[in-house]
């Protein structure tokens, strides 16, 4: 029965061993899931960086063409409306005080009229 005795032991002991082994293997596995997921997270964030900054830069171009045709309409749109009423005092486009919008990309610019 000793000898039996000693067996038990022996599987116990290993029993403890796997499990011990297979804990760690877990914690291995998990700490290097999360780098992997913290590396593929900033390589993410890092590719979607540029288009980002891309698509800023269009639109900003884009409010920026925006503003100038406007800009333009309004101006033109003064000259005609003073060539349609000749009895009204004439002004020139040059005395019109320059207005300030605020434009929606970036958030604190802006940009002067006229």
Known sequence: MHARGAGSD????ATKDA???IKQFAEAQATWLELVSLKDQ???LEEQKAP???WRA???ALIEGQNSTLRQVVMQAAVSLRARTPGM???STESISPKIIAAPIPPKRVIPWG
């Not at 022996?10 to 002991?13: E, G, M, N, S, Y």
């Open 42 to 44: 900033t390589l993410f």
């Open 58 to 60: 269009d639109m900003e």
């Open 19 to 21: 499990d011990k082994q």
């Open 10 to 13: 022996a599987i116990r002991d």
């Open 52 to 54: 980002y900054d891309a």
């Open 89 to 91: 005092e004439s002004r």
